[in-house]
């Protein structure tokens, strides 16, 4: 496996384990409960990953598969596309973004059921990441509603930064739901 390819499942592995981590620690009690009207609940914020990474998945799959058909050449370089989408600031989730009707995710989707769905479509993406190792998939590019056009190793990189976004967007909507319900607790 080249070293651009590996170093980005490397990460995607990171960013996953963490979320698994996070995902983990919910309360079911606590997993649909939306701390204001306009923010998503801990179910709702695993539900959209799973749409977002299924889309992604089959991208980069009809990508590669395009790569293959149309004689994309030999990757050469091997430097690190790992700081590529840094501008955009996709992991740290310091601005909203607003999530195209596409990706809004169903409701009534259990943390179980998503973490499931998620498995898959990263088996998914893995294998067609790596059906196209040794191809120069920086030349495939597709466009991203954010960063415009991107290849498909950021593709998949962005699939990571999303997903480490939106653990911390679980996190704090979690501390918000137990702050509401300690502060309607019952004094004893």
């Known amino acids: 496996m080249r070293q651009r390819l590996a170093e980005l499942i490397a990460y995607m592995d990171d960013t996953r384990s963490r979320l698994e981590v996070t995902a983990r620690r919910i309360s079911p009690s606590f997993a649909g409960i939306r701390p204001r009207g306009d923010t998503w609940s801990a179910e709702d914020n695993m539900a959209h990953l799973v749409v977002v990474e299924a889309g992604v998945s089959r991208l980069i799959g009809r990508s590669v598969e395009w790569a293959k058909a149309n004689g994309v050449g030999s990757e050469i370089a091997d430097d690190s596309i790992m700081a590529s989408l840094d501008r955009y600031g996709l992991a740290e989730g310091t601005f909203k973004m607003q999530a195209p009707l596409s990706v809004v995710p169903p409701e009534g989707k259990s943390i179980d059921e998503s973490l499931n769905a998620l498995t898959a479509s990263r088996v998914a993406m893995k294998e067609a990441l790596l059906s196209g190792d040794g191809l120069d998939l920086s030349q495939v590019k597709r466009p991203h509603p954010v960063a415009g056009e991107i290849n498909v190793y950021q593709w998949a990189l962005f699939v ?25 607790a019952p004094i004893v």
């Open 160 to 184: 990571a930064q999303h997903e480490e976004r939106h653990r911390r967007q679980i996190e704090k909507t979690l501390d918000e739901v137990t702050e509401l319900a300690a502060e309607s």
